[in-house]
């Protein structure tokens, strides 16, 4: 008896020391409300709606006709609630965004590894279509010094995606990516024309990472898988399912399907933060801490792990090939809404 009563009040001065440590606990960081939400896009919108800086790539010449004036912003939180402003059903081509996801594909396939020992995971500092930079990774560096954001390493992705024949890789690539947009998608083709006719220095790097042994596989069926896959038409709003799926551990906010195994997602992560926008990825990592990636049609995804998954559309590029106003729009909006993975506060 009177060891139960020691036990009954033993229990209840747990029970009430938790209450008091819930009670003096502080408050658990309050996330946003959705009017705040829509209030950093709407405000980053209307902010950056009348800077005309950059230019549209041209050297695809299909991308120099993209109406400069296409502007949309969305946000999908990891509940899967969406935010937007502007124009967010205009489509344009993917393209760089595309070699996050064959490259997620491909670790899904053949594991992190796969990548890390033939690629590599480190950023070139160079543009993204450098020869230089495949010189230096192989005969300076000697090995895998390069990674699958930028054209080699990405080629060399794209080269190592299971399939029989060029129509059932092509097919998995599709449907892995429109599992990610929660959307059927589809190829722009007069933009994959038009690459595919002006694409000599990417199949130049094609041949020469078949050359040094990093393609296995046809080097020409290769590079045209890829410029294929740069082709695929998206919206903001797509590119923003996308990368919320990237944010929510591999999980499409949206549908609520599993894209990619979690333990993946992180490896992809590490990559777009130190590759994703070229050689300005340090100043983008120092400006927002989000990993991110751009493409020359003129959008930017951007990840706040556990928060949310964001995208900008906006053709004009600047020197360094990433969209100007997306890069703004995206650091206020992150800012704002404390979306830095990097910032911690001092308890
Ligand atoms: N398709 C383009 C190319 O290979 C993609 C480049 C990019 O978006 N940075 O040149």
Redesign the pocket.
Known sequence: MVSAARDVSRSVRVSLLAAAAILLAPPPARAQSPDQIQAAVSAAHDRYKTLTEGKN?D??PALAKVDPNLYGIALVTVDGKVYTAGDITSEV?I?????VFTLAKVIEEQGPDAIASTIGVDATGMR??SIVAVEMAHNLLGGPELNSLV?PG??TTTSMVKGATREEIWKSILDFYGVFAGRTLSVDQEVFKS?SET?Q??QAIGMLMYAYGYIKADPQRATDI??EQ??VSVNARDLAVMAATLANGGKNPVTRKQVMKVENVPRVLAVMATAGL?DDSGKWLYRTGLPGK????GGIIAVSPGKFGIAVISPPLDPA?NSVRAQRAIADISNALGGNPLASKPR
């Open positions: 790539a050297y695809i081509s393209q760089s965004i595309s070699k993204f279509n054209n990405a080629i690459e694409n220095r990417n890829y410029t740069c082709a070229y751009s493409g020359v049609g090939g």
